[in-house]
DNA sequence: TATGAATGAGACTTCATTCAT
DNA sequence: GATGAATGAAGTCTCATTCAT
């Protein structure tokens, strides 16, 4: 019965859903629990009455999860836009990299979807259903990066002669690994000199000299 | 006032306890979320009544966490004996590598830990405190992966000119995508040769021919 | 954060806190124990939802310890306004006696004030607190019957040459003695003639003939 | 089903079972609230097991009952004796001035006994109760004064021209005014100079000239 | 007799949801 | 549409009591 998917275009999104989407992420931000949020800290953080989340939604399930899925999408947007903007393989993962970097130490929402990915709970699945049930399928990171390095095959910037998914999931942990990196505080190696070994890496495996 | 930390010797844990234990983990197992976990839902799991928790621990929380911090030590003490047992940096490569595929999708400790690592919620933060007061300090998986490539440096099997905390975060992440892989269900890759090309990916990159 | 405080001045409480009040007050004349109520009785009784008490009150203690400070408030406050609208200290002799007869054998607020004032439980030390706090100090009743016969004394209708405290505590204690009579079931005097004798008595030792 | 009713002799009480009482009197003196006692404080600070306390009672209510109810008639006992053992009115007014000053602003038993008298709520009505059932009849204080006071008359002390029972309750009420000052802390009056004024009163009231 | 680990009924309190304004 | 006071179902935790040792 919600009448807000979060789905639809952006521009049809109501301003107090808006609100409330943004309260949602950056009370998530600060650290909070999605399951432990309470209503009247989302509405009080969006500056708007508790009744009024209910206009617009069933349950608080419904309004965090939307709230989720929204900034999911928004930087999975600008991610595919970022990356498909990019003409070479290299660029791309420059600009992949440079990403990464950029959020140091911060949770980032390309972290936070890992995060999901390898979540089971029950709140991940019901984020997932959503994510499913609107126009992108089970994974649309993954459908992202294969569009990335099937084109980049085709460009021939990378090796023919290796499946694309194991590219796909071999550049994925990479980068993962990477974002990990720079999470962790105790390295005994500089991050510019790990993001260069990891780029090299990449190219070096992938990549025809 | 917590009577019960759980990183004290197994052999000392109170039966209740352990029984406590086994039921927060089953529960977590099946897909429960940590935090809605109720008391009742893990004492009749555990088959004790429910004043007894709270003979041995001082709120439902700290039951909980201690549950997870117990599993995971546990899985990474495995982990360790199992690594360490291996003489070879190959060995051990596909001991790691048998272990992803033998959990099939089942989630499983290390993605777990892997989660918890790239969870910064209220609730992770209080495991990882947990975690890091034991023995083991910040990061014992990393640890653990330095201890077994500084040591197949040693024995000359794998590349000393490249820094070691590369070489961990870089295996670590191409483990952890297979494991992802072993997880999703619509991969055109058959999990065979998907780890097959994981292995030498990471052979040909980090030991010399 | 106690958000109703009981003596602010009556016309701003709210009416679900009268309600609230009332209900403790009835059912501590019924004789119930002060910690003992339960939430659900009191709300029961005040006819509003459980949770609604806690929208004014952050715990059970605060709902009853404010309901018998209003009360007592209130107490005092009509028998002040009794007192000093008799204008010689006779005619206010006779409004005291008059109180305590007409309560019967019901306990009455100037005997639980006396309750309180001869208790040092916790819970009677905390109603004296928030008593304190008020615009009342320590000790209001003491401060009324200085009051009444300081005056008493200008006006020439008691001695002089009395310390004001000692008549102040022996009218008190002789009035009180009084109420402790009219509760006593197996008395072999009458009450009519004991309340003569107990009038009497004061005039005879303070009044100048 | 009580085993043990207080009311026994002395001699005749168990060990544990005086432990008992001196830990429930001591915590009350300590300032506890008689109702909100826990079994496992009152048992750890006798020393003894928890379960060893329901040996000798059948709950929480009538170890607590029967300890007030025996340090009650201890203390009674003792002023009993106390007075007794003083030959004329004015020794024993003297002795019971005494006593209250002895006390000084701690709550002692003859105030709790006043307190308990002055009290209509479950708790005291079950000691009242208890109390009743033992030798004693309803209330053994103001029995003691009639015996004092009817021989004070005999002896020719006292004046016989008043009824009895309103020379019992003016001198209760007086030595109990006396005693809510000795409480007082912000009195204008010495206190030696109130209890002289009290035994002042008391004789011009009652001992003929 | 003495014990204290185990229990579960029941209390307090929270908070998602409703609905009259 | 917007609000927030009111609600009560449901969860956490306490603690009197039991009973096997």
Redesign the interface.
């Known amino acids: 019965m919600a009448r807000i998917t979060g789905t639809e275009g952006a521009e049809r999104i109501p301003p107090k859903v808006l609100l409330l989407y943004q309260a949602v992420n950056q009370l998530l931000a600060e650290?909070?629990?999605?399951?432990?949020l309470k209503v009247s800290t989302i509405t009080d953080r969006a500056g708007i009455g508790k009744g009024t989340a209910y206009e617009y939604f069933d349950s608080k399930e419904e309004i965090v999860i939307h709230a989720v899925v929204y900034q999911m999408q928004a930087a999975m947007e600008q991610l595919e836009k970022g990356l498909l903007a990019r003409k070479s393989f290299q660029d791309q993962l420059n600009y992949l990299l440079d990403e990464v970097s950029a959020q140091g130490g911060e949770?980032n929402c390309f972290?936070k979807l890992?995060?999901l990915?390898?979540?089971?709970?029950?709140?991940s699945?019901q984020v997932q259903e959503i994510l499913d049930s609107a126009t992108c399928e089970?994974?649309r990171l993954?459908r992202l990066f294969r569009k990335i390095l099937g084109a980049a095959v085709e460009r021939g910037e990378v090796r023919a002669d290796?499946?694309?998914?194991?590219m796909v999931?071999?550049v994925?942990?990479?980068?993962?690994?990477?974002m990990?990196?720079v999470m962790?505080?105790?390295?005994?190696?500089e991050l510019p000199?790990?993001r260069e070994?990891?780029y090299e890496?990449i190219l070096?495996?992938f990549c025809p000299a």
Do not use: C, W
């Open positions: 650290g909070a629990d999605p399951i432990n949770p972290l890992v995060h990915l390898t979540d089971n709970s029950q709140f699945r089970r994974n993954i290796m499946p694309l998914d194991y999931f071999s994925g942990g990479r980068v993962l690994a990477y990990v990196a962790e505080e105790n390295l005994e190696i000199r790990m070994l990891v890496g070096k495996e």
